[in-house]
C-alpha cells in the first residue's frame, strides 16, 4: 500500500501470519550508488539523493502495536527488510521515503 503522510511518502508491506519475510526483496535501478548510513537507505541520481528512512516493523495483536526491531539489508541492488524475530502473527513493514521526486525504479520481489 503506498500513501502520503504528512507529507512524505509511504508505503507498507502488509506480511501475513504464516508468510516468510525474508522473501521480500526490494529491486533498485537506475541509480548511481546506495547504502546504508545510521540505518537509513540512501539513493543517490545525477539529478537527486533520496533518504529512504529506516523501516518500522510492528504486529497488530488483540488490538494493540507491537513494535518488532526490523532493518535494512542491501545486497548489491536488492534491499531486503530483516526483522529480528520470527513473526507468527501479520505484520506491517513501514517504509518511509523523505523526498518523492525519485529518478530510480524500485520492483517489489517475492
Known sequence: MTY???GKL???LH???GSNHKKI???????????????????????????ELKPVSYQLI?????YVKC???????????RSAVNLPV????????TIFEVVVSKNILV
Open 62 to 66: 488483540q488490538g494493540n502495536t507491537v
Open 90 to 97: 501479520k505484520s506491517i513493514f513501514e517504509l518511509i521515503l
Open 71 to 81: 532493518n535494512y539489508k542491501l545486497l548489491n541492488n536488492i534491499v531486503l527488510c
Open 25 to 51: 526483496k526490494l529491486k533498485y535501478s537506475g541509480h548511481e550508488d546506495m547504502y546504508l548510513k545510521k540505518g537509513n537507505l540512501i539513493i543517490t541520481t545525477s539529478v537527486n539523493t533520496v533518504t
Open 4 to 6: 502520503v503522510f504528512e
Open 10 to 12: 509511504k508505503y507498507d
Open 15 to 17: 506480511v501475513l501470519k
